[in-house]
C-alpha cells in the first residue's frame, strides 16, 4: 500500500495547489464572500480520490502533467459542489463535513446554493479552457463526459432516486440498490478515470476499461462508506455517522448484513484489479486504490 498512499498524497498535493490557483480569492465584498465559502469547501480536506485517479491514468497515457492538475481540480470542484447541496437541511441535512462545519452552517443556506452553483460551473470552465488541452475537440469531449456524469443520468439522478427511496412503500433489494450508487457514486468516479484516458488520447476500449475499473472502485468505495456509517468512529470520519440507519435507508449493510456487504465490495476490488492487468506494474497505483477502497477506516 506504499506506493498508493504516496501516489494519494502527492496527487492531493497537486490537486489542491491547482484549486487554490484556480478558485476565486476571497474578500469583504458579497462576491469575495463568496468566494470564501467556495474555498472552504473546496480546500483542505478530503481524500481527493478522485483526483488521484484523474492525475494517475493521465500519466498511464503519457497526458500532459499540467493538463491534468487541471481536470482533477475541475472534478474536484463538481464534487465539492455536490457535496455543498447534500448537506443542506433539504437533502441530507448535515451539520459537518471533512471535520469542518458545513457551508450552509458556517455562512448560511443561500450562501451554500450559490457556492455550489459556482462550483459546478467553474469545474466547466477549467474543462472548457485552452490552458486544459491544446485541441478543442479534448476539452469539448472532457467538458461532455463531465456533464453525462454529473446529470440525471450521473450523479444527480442517483441522488434523486436516493431521496425517492426514503418515502418508497418497498424498500430498495440489493440490485436496485447498486444502480442508485452506480449513479450517485460511481459515476463521477468513472469520469475521474476517464479524464485522464481522454487527456492522453486513449483508445475507446481503454477509456471504457478505466471507467469500469472505477465505477468498481467506486461501487466498493461505497459500500465500504455504508459499513463504515454502521461501525465507524466520527472522529476519525469527520461527520456525523449512523445516518442511514436514522433515515431509514436501504443499503447492502441492512439487505445483506455486514459480512455479506463486505464480500460483496472485496468481489468489486478484485473486479477492478482484474481490469487493470494488460497494464502491469504501471497499474500498480490504481489496483492498490481498489484495496484501499475496501480496507480504509474514513
Not at 11 to 38: H, W
Not at 118 to 144: G, K, M, N, S, W
Not at 216 to 234: P, Y
Amino acid at each position: 500500500m506504499a506506493e498508493f498512499h504516496a501516489a494519494l498524497s502527492a496527487a492531493a498535493a497537486r490537486a489542491e495547489a491547482a484549486l487554490d490557483a484556480l478558485l476565486p480569492p476571497d474578500g469583504p465584498d458579497p462576491r469575495g464572500r463568496l468566494a470564501a465559502a467556495m474555498r472552504h469547501a473546496a480546500l483542505g480536506g478530503g481524500k481527493r480520490l478522485r483526483a488521484f485517479l484523474t492525475i494517475e491514468t493521465a500519466a498511464l497515457f503519457g497526458a500532459d502533467p499540467k493538463a491534468a492538475d487541471r481536470a482533477a481540480a475541475a472534478v474536484e470542484c463538481l464534487h465539492a459542489y455536490s457535496l455543498v447541496h447534500d448537506d443542506m437541511p433539504c437533502m441530507d441535512d448535515d451539520d459537518l463535513r471533512r471535520g469542518k462545519p458545513t457551508v450552509h452552517i458556517a455562512w448560511d443556506e443561500a450562501t451554500a446554493v450559490l457556492a455550489g452553483d459556482c462550483l459546478q460551473t467553474l469545474a466547466f470552465e477549467i474543462l472548457v479552457h485552452p490552458d486544459t488541452h491544446p485541441d478543442p475537440a479534448i476539452r469539448a469531449e472532457l467538458a461532455l463526459a463531465l456533464a453525462r456524469a454529473s446529470g440525471i443520468d450521473g450523479m444527480v439522478g442517483g441522488q434523486a432516486l436516493d431521496l425517492g427511496a426514503e418515502t418508497a412503500e418497498t424498500a430498495l433489494g440489493a440490485e436496485e440498490i447498486a444502480a442508485l450508487q452506480h449513479l450517485k457514486t460511481g459515476a463521477l468516479i468513472g469520469f475521474a478515470a476517464e479524464a485522464g484516458a481522454i487527456l492522453g488520447g486513449a483508445a475507446a476500449d481503454a477509456r471504457d476499461r478505466l471507467r469500469a475499473y472505477a465505477c468498481d472502485l467506486g461501487a466498493a468505495f461505497q459500500i465500504r462508506d455504508d459499513l463504515l456509517d454502521v461501525e465507524g468512529d466520527a472522529g476519525a470520519a469527520g461527520k456525523r455517522l449512523r445516518k442511514d440507519a436514522d433515515a431509514g435507508k436501504a443499503t447492502f449493510v441492512t439487505v445483506l448484513g455486514a459480512e455479506g456487504a463486505r464480500a460483496r465490495a472485496q468481489a468489486l476490488a478484485d473486479s477492478a484489479c482484474a481490469r487493470l492487468e494488460p497494464y502491469g506494474a504501471r497499474a500498480a497505483a490504481l489496483a492498490q486504490a481498489a484495496r484501499y477502497a475496501v480496507d480504509r477506516r474514513a
